[in-house]
Structures are given as C-alpha cells and as structure tokens.
C-alpha cells in the first residue's frame, strides 16, 4: 500500500523570470484596487447604519467619516475605484477581442493610469 | 447507473470544472456597475457632509435608497468573485478554503447591514 507523502515539487518560475513589464503594473493594480475597496464598502455601511440608529452614533460615525482620516480614505478609495472602473472597461473590451497588440494595450494602459487621477479630481470638484 | 459519458460530462468545463460561468458572472456585473458607479458617487459624495435630518430626508426618497441598495447588492457580488478569485491565486489548502468563507461570509453581511439601514430609513 502505497503511503502518501508531501513531495517538494518544483514550483513552475513566476515573476523573478520575467523581465517587469508596463502591463504587469496596469494589472496588479486592478487586483489591488478592487480588494483595496472593501475598506470604503464598510465605511459606507457603517455609516448608513449609524445614520439610521439613532442621532448620537451617527454623529460618531459621522465624525469619523468627515474626519481627515475619512476624506483621506473617501479620496484613495475615489482614485481607487475609478482605476478599477477604468481597467474594467478595458478588460471588458480585451475580452470582446479587441486592443489586444502591445501598442494599443499600453495606450489604454495609460489611459486608465492618466483618466482615473482625471476622474478623481473631478468627483473632488463637482461632488 | 449514469446515462452521460464522461466525455459529455466534462464537455465545456475546462479546468475549473465549472465552464465560463465565474468569467460570465464577472461580465455581467461589471458592466451593471459601470452604469451604477458614477450615480452612486454623486448621491453618496452629497450625503456625506449633510447633518442627521438630511441623511435620513435622501434615503427616504425611493431612487437614493434603491441606487444604494442595488449598488451594495451587486458590488459585494462582484466583491465576492474578485477576492475569491485572488485567495485562489495566492493561497492553499486549509487556510485557502478558511479566507474564501471568510470572504463570502463579509460580503453577505455587508449586503445585510447595508439592505437593513436603508429599508430602516425609506420605511
């Protein structure tokens, strides 16, 4: 009979065998900014709930919310999910079959990169 | 006795065993986001800042109420594929199967709390 033992088995190489591309950078920071927004999803709700308590707890949420620390997270997670918007459009077009040589990959790349600080700034102003 | 052969059985799934369906889910989501995102921004950036009077007179209005709740709803899903799909990459064994409970576990709370806030201030 045949007992089963942990085999340390090679490990096919990852990211030190490649040479650090444009497109790794536009595609870690999707993964990042959309698990990142989690952090802006509970703010949200707490402080819905807060505000459908009572006046005093929302006054605590409230004040942590309007606080510098809560614009300064209210401002990453704009520039965060506009990133992630951003991406998700382009993703949405790779997957049609379209923008899929390097140079038009990169284009939109920057696009994302440039277009979400734009849209950012812009929810900051009109918002 | 099974009537499929195995070869109709695994027809269409590929690795994951469960075909494009994750892949499709994602789509569909993302692109019901696309139109939810920037509304929900507007309304929420012109909550936040307002006194307790005035939070509670926007939510009581039925399209900031139903605009949240659905954007909750569907960015938690959306959440919920996204994180699994990252713990998958990352991790394994045990703990895998652990953070992926823990990750579908927050999602439907947050959905919970968020859904429960806003019917408490529209009602």
Known sequence: MAIEQPVERPLSPHLQVYRREFNMLTSILTRITGNALIVSALMIVWWLLAASTSESYFAVANGFVTSWFGQLIWALSLLGIWYHYLAGLRHLYFDAGHGLDMETADKLGWVCLIGSVVLTLITLLIV | ?123
């Open chain 2, 1 to 123: 006795m099974r009537y499929l052969t195995a070869r109709k059985r695994a027809i269409g799934k590929g690795a994951s065993g469960t075909g494009t369906e994750h892949h499709w889910q994602m789509q569909v989501s993302a692109v019901a986001l696309a139109f939810l995102v920037p509304t929900f921004l507007i309304v929420m950036g012109r909550a936040i800042g307002q006194d307790h009077a005035g939070v509670l007179a926007t939510f009581a209005r039925p399209f900031p109420a139903i605009l949240a709740g659905l954007t909750i709803f569907v960015s938690m899903i959306h959440f919920k594929k996204g994180a699994i799909m990252m713990i998958e990459d990352y991790w394994h064994g045990s703990l895998r199967k652990v953070l992926i409970m823990l990750v579908i576990g927050l999602s439907y709370s947050i959905i919970a709390v968020g859904l429960f806030a806003l019917a408490k201030m529209a009602l």
